[in-house]
């Protein structure tokens, strides 16, 4: 993967930014005290633009975040700038390790009939989904009975 390129900062930029994070946050978290995003992220304008401040921090204290990767608040708190919390990842990556719908799904081991999703009976289809081969099986066998009554009616 290609490096991003490296923060440029002035002085008076790094003063400001500091003055919005607290280091005194509960669990070591330094939460960004500022304006917020609706869904809790931080949100720091700067030279011509906005930048979030984790990924701000990051690249200050850390380095260049490599390009296409996320950043994952390992704490949980989105609105945390505290590089120790904080860990370069793969989208894909990152939305597995968080509440979200894809986790979710990831972490089932059965399908909603009860037949795992494993070994013999993990279908992957096209698009890279999990699926159960017996309930697929069921599926097409269905499908194959409707078309024959049909056929014949």
């Known amino acids: 993967m290609a490096e991003a390129e490296t923060l440029q900062i002035g002085p008076k930029d790094s003063v400001r930014f500091w003055s919005k994070v607290d280091k005194t ?6 939460e960004w005290t500022a304006s917020k995003t609706k869904n809790g992220y931080g949100k720091f304008r700067w030279g011509a633009g906005e930048k979030l401040p984790h990924r701000f921090a990051y690249e200050l204290l850390v380095g260049p975040i490599p390009s296409g990767l996320h950043i994952d608040h390992l704490c949980r708190n989105r609105a945390c700038c505290n590089p120790d919390h904080l860990e370069p ?17 990831a972490a089932k081991t059965h399908c909603p009939k009860g037949h795992p999703y494993a070994g013999d009976n993990l279908y992957i289809d096209p698009t890279g989904k999990r699926g159960c081969l017996t309930c697929r099986k069921d599926a097409v066998r269905r499908h194959r009975d409707r078309k024959k009554e049909a056929s014949n009616g």
Not at 25 to 30: I, L, P, S, V
Not at 93 to 105: K, Q, S, V, Y
Request: glycine share 14%; aromatic share 4%; charged share 20%.
């Open 25 to 30: 946050a509960a669990g070591g978290c330094w």
């Open 89 to 105: 990842v793969t989208n894909r990556e990152n939305l597995l390790r968080g509440d979200t719908i894809p986790a979710r799904h």
